[in-house]
């Protein structure tokens, strides 16, 4: 079976800067969202982010909080949305990971979430209210049933903790480009590039960059130093901007030119890998 | 283990960006605690700008409408500057924020009280502050919202989810998460990530310690029941604190039971989960998902509870009970009429309690200690309305 950190280490082998491409299980509607996945696989999204839609998003922005509610409205739940990976899973050939808030897992429990999740072939999972500290809980249950544990790392952390949480991330480090929420604004290039250095300096698990990051440039300028880069309410935004049958074309022309630019800054020779 | 548990419940459930923050609070709090000036200046403080030591006074004619021999005597938190129990915690916390150099203070607020609170510290000391509040709560309790910006406190009006104080905690930890280094969050209960729970029920504690020498000092001995309302549970655990080693005192949370619209009786009727940084007791659906609390109280509306208190109940060592809307009107009118005061509708729970069990219950010279957490001049105009 391939694993999260076996993908992330042949994309950093094939010199290809990682697009990871975040949608909200559900939203604009089940359907549709089916449709956003495969537009953004053909549009050079490398890695799939699925989030599960929670009532109290504490670390979104206003644009994933409105798809979260809207999901909701539709009916999402944590075990639909394993279902709908399901039958994705079997058509798109990227990794799946999941971004949940810690409670709908709970409710599900642990042990059956971390089995229910495999067997719909997700590789790992992101959990945004879940300290490194309280992490210590969940991971062992997580990674033994073959998830990746994503941790996360900020701005605030510091160099040491930082390197700490670093080592301990699997498949790939989510560097939040900055102090804030979720959201289509411009992230802060210099705390985003001076994290992704400290975090180079203690492992070799590629470092991803998320939040905040909004346009082809933004990701290319920090795609110089990170490995990938993380899009999200740029992505719900042009999702809900308009007819929910033409978000896939309009999410689709906006991936492919953030791959363009990626893919170009990675002909260039100088650009770490 | 983790770090700061009651019990199974409590931790640290918040985004990383956060975390380094509370290392420092929790630091700055223990700092505070060993330095024999924080005291010295948060007491001062409570005597000469809150009014404390607050009275207990024995309700006579309320006690006499119970029909048995019960006494009822009222800590009242209610006579506090800013008229409710609030100011206790935002004078201590802001001495914390001082302390670590924040000058912008931002909170969540329900009833107002905690927001007119926080606001007033803010005044106090110089800082900035921008206060969160559900546009369901702006309108019920508008003579706080008009408080708070005389004040000079930013108000912010929350218009997600039930518009109500869970979705206005959820902005400030926006706010908070975005501004950190220069902002410190008040929050206003005893919930929260570690060290909110603790910080803030020691900060109210001094509530039961007065209490309880006070209580030795008239009646020569302790009360046979203590009750206060839970919202997120801090004038309740500010109170009971004092009394929990005192096994024969009756410990007694009064949770909100709403109306046909739904309740906010999160120990009763929720189950264990995590919202607002907290493993704790939670009104869900099956699917994980936080469920619409009710209650007419403001402050009381609200699907969580502190994690301290989901350890009581499962200790066995408070009882939980829950309080209609109704039941607590009523209770609010009773105290107005035969004591002239005027209740807070979220302390009005405590004392519906009070009138429904513990009136003709057992024992001639039976002593109920109730903690009257706030006054109910806010709900004047919302309470009028409902009794036109
Ligand atoms: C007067 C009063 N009592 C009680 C509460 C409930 O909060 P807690 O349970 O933290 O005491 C509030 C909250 O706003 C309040 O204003």
């Known amino acids: 079976m391939k694993t999260l950190a076996g993908e992330t280490r042949a994309l950093r082998e094939q010199r290809r800067k990682a697009l990871v491409a975040y949608f909200t299980a559900g939203y604009p509607d089940s359907e549709a969202f089916a449709s956003l996945v495969r537009a953004a696989v053909d549009a050079g999204a490398d890695i799939i982010e699925v989030g599960i839609p929670f009532s109290d998003p504490i670390a979104d922005g206003p644009i994933i909080q409105a798809s979260s509610s809207a999901a909701l409205k539709n009916g999402m739940t944590l075990p639909l949305a394993l279902e709908t990976i399901a039958r994705l899973h079997a058509e798109v050939p990227v990794p799946l990971v999941v971004m949940s808030y810690l409670n709908p897992i709970l409710r599900l429990g642990t042990d059956a979430f971390a089995r229910d999740a495999v067997a719909a072939g997700v590789s790992g999972v992101v959990l945004p209210d879940v300290s490194f500290e309280e992490s210590h809980s969940l991971r062992p249950a997580l990674s033994h049933a073959g998830l990746a544990y994503v941790d996360l790392v900020a701005p605030t952390s510091g160099e040491a903790r930082a390197q700490v949480i670093a080592r301990a991330s699997q498949g790939f480090v989510y560097a939040v480009s900055m102090t804030g929420v979720t959201g289509a604004r411009s992230a802060s290039l210099a705390d985003a590039s001076e994290l992704v250095e400290q975090v180079r300096a203690a492992t070799d698990t590629p470092v991803y960059v998320g939040f905040g990051v909004s346009t082809p440039d933004a990701a290319r300028e920090i795609a110089r130093t990170a490995d990938g880069v993380i899009i999200g309410s740029r992505l719900m935004q042009l999702a809900g901007d308009g007819p929910a049958r033409g978000s896939a074309a309009r999410v689709a022309d906006f991936l492919a030119s953030v791959r363009h630019e990626l893919d170009a800054l990675a002909r260039d020779a100088r650009v770490v890998f | ?145 008009r408080r708070m910006k005389l004040l000079g406190a930013k108000v912010v009006p929350v218009s997600s989810g039930t518009r109500t104080l869970k979705d206005a905690t959820n902005e400030t930890i926006r706010d908070w998460v975005t501004n950190v280094r220069e902002t410190h969050y008040i929050i206003g209960s005893t919930v ?90 939670l009104l869900q659906d099956e699917h994980g998902q936080v469920s619409p609390a009710h209650s007419i109280a403001a402050g009381l509306d609200y699907p969580g509870v502190g994690p301290e208190h989901s350890f009581l109940k499962d200790e066995g060592r408070v009882a939980y009970h829950r309080v209609t809307d109704e039941e607590a009107v009523a209770a609010f009118q009773s105290l107005t009429r035969l004591e002239g005061i005027v209740p807070a509708l979220e302390s009005s729970h405590a004392l519906a309690f009070v009138q429904r069990e513990l009136g003709r219950a057992r024992g001639e010279r039976r002593i109920v200690l109730v903690n009257l957490s706030g006054r109910g001049d806010k709900d004047i105009d919302s309470l009028e309305k409902r009794l036109r």
């Open chain 2, 192 to 281: 929260g990530p570690h060290p909110y729970p603790t910080i803030v029920r020691d900060l109210q504690s001094v509530i039961g310690r007065e209490a309880r020498a006070q209580m030795l000092e008239t009646e020569g001995r302790l009360p046979d029941d203590v009750v206060a309302c839970v919202g997120g549970g801090s004038n309740s655990l500010g109170i009971f604190s004092a009394f929990v080693e005192d096994r024969d005192v009756q410990l007694h949370g009064v949770e909100a039971g709403g109306s046909d619209e739904g309740d906010s009786a999160t120990l009763t009727r929720g189950r264990p989960g995590v919202l607002h940084g907290a493993y704790s007791y």
């Open chain 2, 1 to 145: 283990m983790s770090r700061g548990r009651f019990g199974a419940y409590g931790g640290q459930f918040v985004p990383e960006t956060l975390m380094p923050c509370l290392f420092e609070l929790e630091e700055a709090y223990s700092a505070a605690r060993s330095d024999a000036g924080f005291q010295r200046e948060l007491d001062d403080l409570l005597v000469r700008y809150v009014g404390r030591p607050t009275p207990v006074y024995l309700a006579a004619r309320f006690s006499a409408s119970l029909g048995g021999g019960v006494r009822v005597y009222l800590k009242r938190e209610d006579l506090n500057h800013t008229g409710a129990h609030k100011i206790n915690n935002c004078v201590g916390q802001a001495l914390l924020a001082r302390r670590m150099n924040k000058r912008r203070l931002v909170a969540e607020t329900g009833a107002g009280q905690h927001g007119v609170a926080t606001a007033t510290v803010a005044a106090l000391f110089g800082m900035e502050c921008t206060v969160y509040m559900g546009e369901v709560d702006i309108e019920r309790q508008s003579p706080n919202v």
